[in-house]
């Protein structure tokens, strides 16, 4: 869990109320985040559109560690939680251990 500062509680109840007010529109940002740091799965669920099948456009699979240290960064002020994974399975990525809030 990431630290918990003013700004990210300020931001977590503007967030809150929102939702509660049912807003289009806030100045908040989302919370929490899923973070896909892997394209594809080991698995081959026939309902799944990631398993073994999936087809990866330029042979990306694998979340580059840059981009991911540049994602943190520029959330790192307003989110409290990541979730490393979307569709893909995260534990196939060589580097998810290597993935920690910076």
Known sequence: MAKITFKKLHNYYT???AIRDHSVTSSAHPPY???ET?????LSCNK???GK???VPHGRVFMDMGLY???IDEISPFYIGVILSYMGEPLINPDIFN????
């Open 15 to 17: 967030y809150l109320k």
């Open 33 to 35: 985040v899923c973070i």
């Open 38 to 42: 892997s394209a594809v799965c080991n």
């Open 48 to 50: 799944c559109p990631v």
């Open 53 to 55: 099948e999936r087809k």
């Open 69 to 71: 240290k540049k994602i």
């Open 99 to 102: 993935l920690k809030k910076r």
